[in-house]
């Protein structure tokens, strides 16, 4: 009758070996699956609000909300109203325009304004009569147009900003990450909030999403770029 033969201590450590460096190998691979999802998940809803723009243009002689079929701008042109006409018709739900990454009072109601408390998102800058952007904020179908993107979050006084996508870690510095949906319906998962773009024939080189120039995206109101509830929300808190 045969002894069974047990591992010796060198071939112990060899296994341990082959199952570490296997480990280091998989790790990165499945990090990198993780973002990639992460990424699709936030850029979904974007698409989905491009594609609700583009159907109700279809009915307001190709232009989004805001402006009417005669192609003026409506007196109320908030980014809350350009939400409500979509939600009011329902091209989606009220939980459909709140980030996945972070938790908002869905919209249940009909007939009744958004608050900054039940969306995330902003859409392109239509203060400005005579901004070439203007041309853009209906169904053109330009590859270099951005029309709508994750908001920009005030962290301090100073004008630094992030988004809902990245941590206050650095917080005097200004980190933003997220999507960012384009008039053709393509999103971009970026991590710069500088991009080229093209604004009826207008180009501009890294041309910043938060600012006034050319691409401009605003969370609240008429022309509110940066998202300072966060920060008020700290200052009467004492929050860090």
């Not at 307001?60 to 805001?66: C, L, Q, R, T, V």
């Not at 900003?161 to 005097?172: E, P, Q, R, T, Y």
Request: charged share 20%.
């Amino acid at each position: 009758m045969s002894t069974p033969r047990a591992f010796t201590f060198v071939e112990l450590i060899v296994v341990l070996a082959i199952v570490l460096l296997l480990i280091g190998i998989l790790l990165p691979t499945l990090g990198a699956a993780r973002r990639t999802a992460r990424c699709t998940q936030n850029s979904t809803p974007v698409r989905g609000i491009h594609s609700a723009l583009v159907l109700f243009s279809q009915d307001n002689n190709k232009y989004y909300p805001g402006i009417n079929k005669d192609g003026n701008r409506m007196e109320d042109y908030s980014t809350e109203y350009r939400f409500q006409a979509l939600l009011d018709d329902n091209y989606f739900t009220g939980e459909y325009i709140i980030s996945p990454s972070e938790t908002k009072t869905a919209m249940t109601q009909t007939g009744i304004k958004p608050t900054i408390d039940n969306y995330s998102y902003a859409f392109l800058n239509i203060s400005d009569l005579n901004a070439k952007r203007m041309a853009e904020w209906k169904d053109t179908s330009n590859s270099e147009a951005v029309v709508l993107s994750d908001r920009a979050i005030a962290v301090d006084d100073e004008g630094h900003f992030k988004s809902v996508h990245v941590n206050l870690k650095d917080n005097a510095k200004t980190l933003w990450q997220g999507s960012v949906g384009f008039n053709d319906n393509h999103v971009r998962y970026l991590h710069t909030y500088e991009v080229d773009t093209q604004y009826g024939d207008h180009s501009t080189e890294n041309d910043n999403l938060f600012n006034t120039t050319n691409g401009s995206m605003v969370y609240s109101g008429n022309d509110n770029i940066i998202d300072t509830s966060y920060l008020q929300q700290a200052q009467s808190s004492n929050l860090p």
